[in-house]
Every structure is written in C-alpha cells, then in structure tokens.
C-alpha cells in the first residue's frame, strides 16, 4: 500500500452540523497530538471543514480525499445517520476497503451522540450501514461530547484517545506490513465484487490456528473460485509475512513438484543435485515454509481429487501452523476431518448488478431495470455477468436495453455469442464461452447423473424437487426407486450427493428442494436431442399432474406441504410455455392446496394465470370451469361478491352445456355440484339465504344419487347447509344437519380440517340454542385439529379462536375473550387487507369484551373502526354492519347518550328487517336492545311491547332456558318494575336467574346484574 496510491492516513468522515462547537476538530487534533508523542511522521489527515451544499461540491471536494486514505474515522451521531454524504462516504470507502487488505479493519466508528437507530438491533438489522457499523469495535464518547471539548483534556478521556490512536496506528502498520508480504499471485482486482460472506468464512477457517486444516473452495467453473483466493490473500496479506503463493496443481500428481518450484521465491537455495532429488529439494522447501513466518499457499485448479486425501495432505502438505492452505476446485470433494469445502454458488443480486455497472455504468432508471432483468436471467453467474459487463463496455452501440432483448430471444447463444468474440478478454479468466467451461464437468456423469440433471433442466431453477428427480430417472433406471438390499449403498443417493457436490445443483432450504443455475440448466437442455427433451417433457408433466393430484388431498399433513411450491413454479412454468392443457389442469391441483392453507394471493395468481391461457386459446372446457369456480372462492372469501358470483356463474353455463352433461363428466375432485356450492357460499355471504338453501338442497339432492349417502362430499354440503339453516334462525335443523355431517367424516376422514369446520359450526349452533358448555367444547376439539395441521396464522384458526372468544364471553371469562380475539386479529391482519370485512366482525365482537369490561373509550374505538370498514363495501343490507351498529347503540346508551344510542339501533333494526323481516330471531334481538334504550328515556309502555314482541319471537326457534331468553327476562323485569307490576317483575328475575345459574359461571356478568337486582329488592337472600 504506496504512500503514492494512499497519500492520506486518516480520512475523517463526520456531519458538519456536529462540529458547530469545535467539538470534531479539537478531538480530531487530540489525535493527531497523540500520534506526534510517538513517531516523527505526523499523521497524515484529511479532514474536510468546509460545509458541503451539493453533492457535486462534495464529489470536486471529497472524492480524492476518500479515495486516497488508509483507514476512516467515523463520528456516529443522528446528524450522520441522516447525512445522504456521510452515507455516501461509507459506501464509496465500503467499496474500496478491499482495495487497501484492510477488510473489516479500515473504518474506526467513534459514538459521539446518541442514535436511536444505531441502539436499535431490529432496525440495524433492516438497514446495511448500520449493520456494518454496529459489526465494528466502536468508541463511546457521548458522555464528554454532550459537555464541550475541554473534556478532552480530562485523564480519562485522554487514555480513551491513546486507546483509538494506538488502535489507528496498529492499523496503519498493518498497511506497511502488506507490502512487506512477497507474493506471486495476481493483482488485486478492482471489479471484485461481493463475497463477503464467503471471505469471512475463509477467514474463519484459516484464522483458528487448526494445524493441517485445509480450506477447500469448490464450485463450478466460471463461479470465482480462483478469484476468490487470490482476493482472500490480498485482503489479509498483512498477516502472512512469509508470503503468499499461488500453486497451479492443474493435472499434477505429486504436490512435491510444485512446492519445489516455489524455491527460489521463499529463498530456499537448492543445488543442482538437491534439483535432480525430488525427496531431499522438497524436504528442505516444507522445512523453510514450516519453520519461517506465516505464509499462505493457494493450490489452485485440483483436479486430482488424491491432492486432498488424508494420505497425500500427510506426506506432502507443510505440518505447522505457520503455513495456511487453500485449495480452489470444480471435483467433488467428500467431507472429511482436515478439510472445510466452502461451496461457492452464484454471485448475490446487488453483487452481480454492481459487476455489471463496473464495466458500465447505468446511463438512467430504464438501463439499470434491464440491468437487474440481465442479471436475473444469468442467474448472477459470475463469469457469465462479468462477460456481458466487458461485452457492453467494448461495445458502446449496444446498451443493456439492446441486449436484454437479445438474450430473452437467443438464450444461452446470445451469451455464447458475446463470449466468443475476440475482443472479450477477462481479468481472470482465460475461457469465456460458458458451455465450453461446463463440458468437462458434464462429460464426466455417469448416465443415470445424467438423465437425472435433464430433469432437473426442465424444471424451474430455484425449485427442483429432488424426489421427482428419483421418480423420473427411475423409470428408465428402476434400480434408482428401489430399496437397497441390507448392507448396499442407496444407488439414487449416491446420485444425489454427486451432483449436489459438483454444485451441478446446490440445496435449497428444505431438503428435498435444490436449486439449479439457469444458464448451467441451458447448457444440460442444449446437449439433449430435441426428440428425447419432448419425450422428457411430457413425462414431467405426466409425473407432476400425478403429485398435483395427491397434494390436493395430503395438503392436510404437514409433512406433504414442501411439495406445493415445486408445484406452483412448474404450473407457472407450463402457462408461461402456453401449455393450455396441463398448466391449467395442473394450476388448479395447486390451487385447491393454497386456497386450503389460506395462501390466497398465490392461489388466485395461478388461477387468474389459467383462466387468461384458456380464454386467450378460446377453450372452454370443464378445467377452466374449475379455475374460475376457485377464483370465485378466492373473490368470496375477499369479500368481492360481485366478482365471485360473476366466475361461478360462468363456471356453472359450461357445466351445463350439453357435451359435459353427462355424469362422467363430474369427478372426485370437481364437479358440477361444487360450482353450486360455491355459489351458494356467495348468495349467503351476500345475504340472500333463501337462494343459498335452495341451491345447497339441490347439491344435496344430486350427490346423494350419485354418491350414496356416506361421502365426505356429502358432509360437506351438509354443514353448508347448517350455516344457512343457523342464520335463518332454523338452529335444531341446523344442529341435526352437522351431526350428521360429523358422522360422516369421522368415519372417512382422520385430523382433516374439514372435520375442524364441522365442529366450528356445530358449536356455533350450540351456543345459540344456549348450550354453551357443549359450544366451548366443540370449539376447543376444533382448535386442537387446526392447530394440529395448519400453520399459526391460517384464516381458519381466526375464526376459530373469534367464535371460542365469544363463547368465553358468554361464560364471563372476559380475559380469556380478549386474549383470543386479539390472536385472531393479528392472523387476520396478517392475512387479509386492512378493510376486510373479517377484520371488521374482529373488531366489533372485540369491542364487545371491551363493554363488558367497563372500557367504554375502547369498545367505541373498535367499533367505528369495524363499521368504518364495513360502511366501505357499499353494501346497504349488510347484516354484520347492522350488528356493529346495535353494538354501538348499546356502547352509547351505557355512555349516558341515549340520542346516539337510538339513531345507531335504528339503523340496525332497519337493516334487520330489511334482510331477515320482522318475524326473525336476529331481528328480535335488536327489538330488545332498542327496548333497553327506551327504558332509559322513560318510555316504559313501548319499551315493554318490544321485549315481549321480542320474547314471543325468539321463543319460537329457541327453549325457554335459552341465555338469550334469560337476558330478555331480566329486562322485562325492571321496566315492569317500574311500571310499578312488583311481583311480575320478581318472577321473570327469578326465571332469568334460574336460567343463568344453569348456563354461567359464578362471575358471569349477567349472573351478577341479576343476582344484585333480585338482592336489592329483597328476593334473594345475601
């Protein structure tokens, strides 16, 4: 490191608006003060004063100073995290800490004022500069600096900057000690990019004093290996004075020869017969390396897999800690004691992206967009980007818009092209033709490797299922699917672990999943004939419809579910390839798991992406039925009826054109029938129950014949029909309904989610016809099963964990209601768009424990915010809108504003009757809600019409001990109380009472108001 090349020692990089009391500059002149105590040479700084307006006033300024220093101070303030230059500063020095072998050692943070997002890890994690800030040793002087600079000369502030100067110093040393470090290895290269990681682990491995150890980089050709090591021994060359050297081992057999040849460079004088004596010249070269000071040997290209065997590194690697040994090569390496392989794969996006904008830089926004398309579709390849960077640099008339284009329509030729040309030279690199580079490697598979990564080829490149690679190659090769005999290797896994160790593919995070290089996935697909690829293909698309089918009905257990992504980026694959028959057939097995698992986004992506072939190829067949009749699902669920009611209408006029009339036209896993029930699911949703029912008992009807009585798909209309009966206020038909349903699955059907929905709507028919002991348990059996197959935040364990917390409220157990509603909420939040209808139902059953607990503020909070959401979807009959409403009424009469409270009951009993009539269940409820609110306002006569028009209603669907029956009672009660009717009065206290002993807990609400109002008129004894 010249003093020509870095002129300065010191760059300090500070906010100017830190140094308004001289603060930086006093403590940047106790520095070098310090300095001075110690060495003649004064420390060499450049410490910019003047304030920067522009960013080209600091570039003309600063530039040169950034570039031309050994090591920066950093004074970390929320000034200088809130500097765009200062963040400048550290990217640009980030970027040529490299340059100076000083990784991870050239910038020196000194903490002068606190910064909340420097304290904060969460936050430092989320952002690159404070991350590598808060990775260094830093200086704490916030406490001085917060009381001026004559702190500075304080006797503890003064050891503090002789701590930070000698800390300088050593570093500074450290740069005079890199240029000390003989060396015959390649020149730093400037268009290094990335690998941090990588270099870090490198560090790691060679840095523990692990005598003998050998440290193995392996990957593909054109991956960087080579170029990796030699940066490696840049970096830290100040810490091998011995030296560091590049030993070629390219078709070498005995490592002897190479050492010998390093001689004359670690000054080992061999005579001429020491030369004509292999055994005695390498002696005395492993003796020099052994007993001199550390250095570094980097046996470049093994080939010979024998170099880095236990019994090669024994005889002829140097046995001292003294000498550290890298290794670079594409073979494959076993793990074994003494070696640490460090897999290298391709470069990091960012990475690829810079390496490109080295050659050239970016002319605007569009030319940097075709930039990141290039480096996706090259897989971030390192030789393959770094040929396409010199290829545009050299070429000035094609920019990088020009050869996106090229290489979207040429593939692998367009990048074969550019590497062939003569003017394309590498700085590391002597071969740039990728397919080329590969053919070694591939010529050396074993037929079965073979076919297998032809499988792998056709697949999409981050999501290669292993197990298929086994099933396909197998088919040909059957020995691959067959148990090994006892005491025999597995044939497929030894498969496996070969192409996993050429990094031919490399794992990905779930073990059965690999990843592929795109471009290494076009050389193996341009060295297959073009018959045998289509061949391959069609048994792909055979073999994945086949595991789409079978995740359609696993996606239940947990373990099956790794298959479904492999799934969706091949149905994806096979839409974008126009493959109007299985990308279709194959877009609709995947859905039905995501929509299952509540991935609602991916599912209907698929669909929509299904839907758009097929109506674009004009096809009109019972596949795109099914898509639109999942979409439709998907737009339900949304809470977008009109949308859902649109595609199930035209999922249902194909079903009932005359060619597929006939009943082989349904199967198991579609049919006319579902598109019905769908719609049914819509026409309830929308409130339009009658409509729901009639098309559930037609579904009933149909699958009955066709069925018998007995299907799992029976049991599901079945309860579908429940959840219309409960909302029609038909509870006992409900309740017969889901018993029968339940029947049936417990004898098809083992811990499905289907049978969790059962006992969900089940035990919401319980609670309603007031068996709440009976409801919570329902429940609790449902939770136990959805969260014995569904992950934490699946919809479906919100609205179970919502309807547990409204059973728990019926009970008393407020705290319990609460801490379940919020669970709900947060999956729903997680899950669902801000103004879902969901969230709203959410938020009002919540304000609901909130009333009860006494928060008033809070209960009317959640309220407006449910009927904010609600009053959104422009749907004037929406019941659940109505129930936010009553909710709020009562909020507000418990308030003491009893006009409000009116106006909002209003509303809801004008909804009611609209949807349900007058004669309804739900309806009376919001009759006997309103007759609390004219109590209060004193109109006594009309408050006691509407609780025995209530009661007379309800009593109709529901007994007579029914908790809702209980509530009316008790507020008959005290309007006949004050109507002056005593005895009346005590006995519909009485009757409630009774009810609720029955039903509650001792510390239920209602229990308590009651039991109070009976003490207070001496009717129950204290």
């Not at 075709?370 to 640099?393: F, M, N, P, Q």
């Not at 719609?679 to 098309?695: G, I």
């Not at 699955?745 to 068996?771: F, M």
């Not at 807990?1001 to 009651?1010: A, I, K, V, Y």
Request: proline letters at 4%.
């Amino acid at each position: 490191m010249s003093t020509q090349q870095f002129p300065y020692d010191v760059f300090i990089s500070y906010a100017h608006r830190d140094d308004h009391d001289q603060w930086v500059e006093k403590f940047v002149e106790a520095i070098a003060k310090e300095h001075a105590r110690f060495t003649p040479t004064p420390l060499q700084l450049f410490f910019d004063r003047m304030e920067i307006k522009t960013m080209h006033d600091w570039e003309h300024r600063i530039l040169r100073g950034l570039r031309g220093s050994k090591v920066m101070l950093a004074m970390l303030s929320p000034h200088y995290f809130n500097s765009a230059y200062c963040r400048k500063e550290w990217e640009i020095y980030l970027d040529h800490e490299l340059d100076r072998a000083m990784t991870g050692q050239g910038i020196a943070p000194v903490y002068i004022a606190s910064a909340p997002e420097f304290e904060d890890e969460a936050k430092a994690a989320l952002d690159e500069w404070l991350t590598n800030l808060r990775r260094r040793q830093f200086l704490d002087v916030r406490e001085w600096r917060s009381q001026g600079h004559h702190m500075l000369q304080e006797e503890d502030v003064r050891r503090r900057i002789e701590l930070l100067e000698q800390n300088l110093s050593e570093r500074l040393h450290l740069a005079e000690r890199i240029n000390d470090s003989p060396t015959n290895i390649p020149q730093h290269n400037h268009n290094f990019v990335g690998r941090i990681e990588e270099l870090r682990r490198l560090r790691e491995a060679l840095a523990f004093d692990r005598v003998g150890l050998v440290a193995v980089v392996q990957g593909l050709r054109g991956m960087g290996k080579s170029a990796l090591a030699f940066e490696y021994a840049h970096a830290y060359a100040g810490e091998y004075p011995g030296g560091r050297f590049l030993v070629s081992v390219a078709g070498v057999d005995d490592l002897r020869v190479p050492l010998v040849n390093l001689a004359d460079q670690i000054g080992v004088a061999l005579s001429d017969d020491e030369r004509k004596d292999l055994t005695a010249a390498f002696a005395r070269v492993r003796a020099a390396l052994e007993k001199g000071p550390r250095s570094l040997l980097i046996l470049d290209d093994v080939d010979n897999a024998t170099l880095l065997s236990p019994k090669s590194r024994a005889a002829w690697l140097p046995k001292s800690d003294a000498v550290h040994i890298m290794a670079t090569t594409t073979l494959d390496i076993a793990p074994q004691a003494g070696l640490e392989i460090i897999a290298l794969d391709a470069l990091a996006q960012k990475d690829a992206l810079s390496l490109l904008e080295r050659h050239r830089e970016f002319e605007d926004e569009n030319e940097e967009e075709s930039a990141k398309h290039i480096v996706e579709r090259l897989g971030a390849h390192t030789l393959a980007v770094e040929v396409v960077g010199v290829y545009l640099w050299q070429t000035p008339d094609v920019n990088y818009e020009g050869y996106l284009a090229r290489l979207q329509y040429e593939g692998l030729e367009a990048l074969d092209g550019v590497g062939r040309d003569e003017n394309i030279e590498l700085s590391r690199h002597h071969e740039s033709v990728l397919s080329d580079l590969l053919t070694p490697t591939l010529d050396r598979l074993k037929p079965a490797e073979n076919i297998a990564l032809e499988f792998a080829a056709l697949l999409p490149h981050e999501h290669i299922a292993i197990p298929w690679l086994r099933a396909l190659a197998g088919q040909n090769l059957p020995e691959l699917t067959a148990t090994p005999k006892p005491g025999y290797p597995d044939p497929w896994r030894q498969i496996e672990r070969r192409l996993l160790g050429l990094r031919l593919l490399s794992p990905g995070e779930n073990a059965r999943i690999a990843k592929m290089q795109r471009l290494t996935q076009d050389v193996v697909a341009s060295r297959v004939e073009e018959e045998e690829q289509t061949k391959q293909r069609e048994a792909l698309s055979l073999y994945a419809l086949e595991r789409g089918t079978w995740i359609q009905s696993n996606w239940a257990t947990r373990d099956a579910r790794w298959e479904i992504e492999p799934l969706l980026y091949f149905a994806l694959r096979l839409l974008d390839a126009e493959d109007g028959e299985n990308g279709p057939l194959l877009a609709n097995r995947v859905s039905d798991a995501l929509l299952s698992l509540g991935r609602y986004d991916e599912g209907a992506n698929v669909l929509r992406r299904a839907i758009s072939l097929k109506e674009s190829l004009g096809v009109d067949d019972i596949t795109l039925s099914e898509s639109r009749s999942n979409l439709g699902l998907v737009e339900q669920t949304w809470g977008h009826l009109e949308e859902a009611r649109a595609l199930l209408q035209k999922a249902l006029a194909t079903w009932d054109r005359p060619e597929f009339s006939a009943p082989e036209s349904q199967s198991e896993f579609f049919s006319r029938e579902m598109v019905l029930s769908n719609l049914a699911l819509v026409e309830q949703e929308d409130n339009q129950l009658q409509n729901a029912r009639t098309y559930l008992q037609e579904v009933i009807k149909s699958e009955e014949a066709r069925l018998g009585t007995e299907h799992p798909d029976l049991a599901t209309s079945l309860s579908n029909l429940a959840t219309v009966e409960s909302e029609l206020g038909q509870w006992p038909d409900a309740r017969e309904l889901l018993l029968r349903a339940i029947a049936i699955e417990e004898k098809t059907t083992i811990n499905h989610p289907n049978l969790g929905v059962r006992y969900s709507n089940l035990a919401t028919v319980e609670q309603a016809l007031g068996h709440l002991s009976e409801a919570r348990e329902w429940l609790q059996r449902a939770l136990t099963l959805f969260e014995s197959v569904l992950e934490a935040d699946h919809p479906h364990l919100a609205v179970i964990c919502s309807n547990l917390a409204m059973i728990e409220r019926d009970l008393g157990n407020l705290d319990a209601a609460r801490e379940l509603l919020n669970r709900a909420i947060t999956s729903d939040e997680e899950n669902f768009a801000a103004d879902h209808p969901n969230l709203a139902t959410r938020y009002s059953n919540l304000g609901l424990i909130e009333q009860d607990s006494g928060n008033l503020d809070e209960a009317k909070a959640l309220l407006e915010r449910a009927i904010a959401i609600l009053k959104a979807t422009d749907e004037t009959d929406n019941t659940t809108l109505a129930s936010a409403y009553s909710n709020l009424a009562m909020v507000e009469r418990d308030k003491g504003n009893l006009a409000e409270a009116q106006n909002f009951m209003e509303i809801a009993i004008s909804t009611d009757e609209s949807v349900f009539g007058t004669e309804h269940s739900s309806t009376a409820i919001s009759y006997a809600k309103k007759a609390t609110i004219e109590h209060l306002l004193g109109n006594l006569e009309a408050a006691r019409q509407l609780l025995q028009h209530s009661i007379s209603i309800q009593s109709q669907v529901l007994e007579m001990d029914h908790p809702r029956m209980a509530k009316c009672q008790f507020w008959l009660s005290q309007v006949e109380y004050d109507l002056g009717n005593t005895e009346e009065a005590r006995r519909l206290a009485e009757l409630a009472l009774a009810t609720q002993q029955a039903k509650f807990s001792d510390s239920h609400p209602d229990l308590l108001q009651s039991t109070q109002w009976l003490k207070q008129h001496g009717w129950l004894e204290n």
